[in-house]
């Protein structure tokens, strides 16, 4: 019988951007790609609420991000092991099913006073502060692309998109930021 051999988890992850590109710094507005982190779509049954599973996903490092019924991202800039992760989740178990999500998505961020004006030409979503309020999300279209949008800060979202469309979400973006300088 052949040999096998397995290559185990480096101990040191390296953090690097998913996405290849240099933030972009304009008047009032920077556009970065955030760390090549973690990012699990839980999944519970419909009336379930997030309570559960909030103190478990902080312990790790993680936040949670409301995507419809019954279902969050979380979210940290740490990228959990293969054993993290799935211990992780058999805790979460049976509040929620886990699956990652990491290398399928890509965060951008989007700061400064200028970042709900420049998402405003893209969405058509309230991104008002009353409307859209810090911790809150929604599934939106941002120009044909599908994102899902996080409010961070008062001046600060989230983007996650799918990998396949990060390229272009991050040109749209530079396209709609321009008259920023």
């Known amino acids: 019988m052949p040999e096998t051999r397995t290559h185990p988890m480096p101990q040191s992850l390296t953090l690097r951007p998913a996405l290849a590109r240099l933030p972009l710094q304009r008047s009032g507005l920077r556009i970065e790609a955030l760390l090549e982190g973690t990012v699990?779509?839980?999944?519970?049954?419909v009336g379930s609420g997030p309570a559960g599973l909030t103190a478990e996903l902080g312990a790790s490092g993680l936040s949670l991000r409301p995507?419809?019924?019954?279902?969050?991202?979380?979210?940290?800039d740490a990228v959990?092991?293969?054993?993290?992760?799935?211990?992780l989740a058999a805790r979460l178990k049976p509040a929620a099913e886990v699956v990652d999500q990491s290398h399928g998505r890509v965060r951008i961020a989007l700061s400064g006073p200028m970042a709900t004006r420049v998402l405003a030409k893209g969405t058509a979503a309230d991104l008002s502060l009353t409307a859209f309020p810090i911790d809150h999300a929604t599934t939106t279209l941002i120009g044909h692309i599908a994102a899902h949008l996080t409010r961070i800060a008062e001046d600060r979202f989230e983007l996650i998109v799918l990998r396949g469309f990060a390229e272009s979400q991050w040109e749209?973006?530079?396209?709609?930021?321009?008259?920023?300088g």
Request: glycine share 6%; hydrophobic share 50%; charged share 15%.
């Open 40 to 45: 699990l779509h839980l999944l519970a049954p």
């Open 67 to 76: 995507v419809s019924p019954g279902q969050w991202f979380a979210v940290g």
């Open 80 to 87: 959990l092991s293969n054993t993290a992760r799935a211990a």
């Open 172 to 180: 749209d973006l530079d396209r709609m930021s321009a008259e920023f």
